[in-house]
């Protein structure tokens, strides 16, 4: 048995054989309504998610002059410092 805890032992003892008619319960309690039962199913069949994806909105560039070599300026087409090597 290993260094498995005695009370995981017994536990999956008890439910040795079942767990079909325990899967199907529970979906049979959830498909009625059950927010709890419901909430069991799907965090099985769709674990949580551990990151969420981060939407944002990027500034159109204007030239090609503008995002790489251009001094540093990500701000191509909007108010702020000259491009590199240009007169203001």
Do not use: W, Y
């Not at 899967?23 to 927010?35: F, N, Q, S, W, Y």
């Amino acid at each position: 048995m290993g260094a498995r805890h005695k009370a995981t032992v017994a536990a999956e003892a008890l439910l040795d054989g079942e767990a079909e008619a325990l899967t199907r319960k529970a979906v049979e309690m959830a498909l009625a309504g059950d927010g709890a039962a419901l909430r069991l199913c799907l965090d099985r069949i769709i674990p949580p998610r551990r990151e969420r994806p981060v939407r944002f909105n990027m500034p159109v560039m204007q030239s090609r002059g503008c995002g790489r070599g251009n001094g540093g300026n990500r701000r191509c087409g909007r108010s702020g410092p000259p491009h590199a090597g240009r007169g203001s």
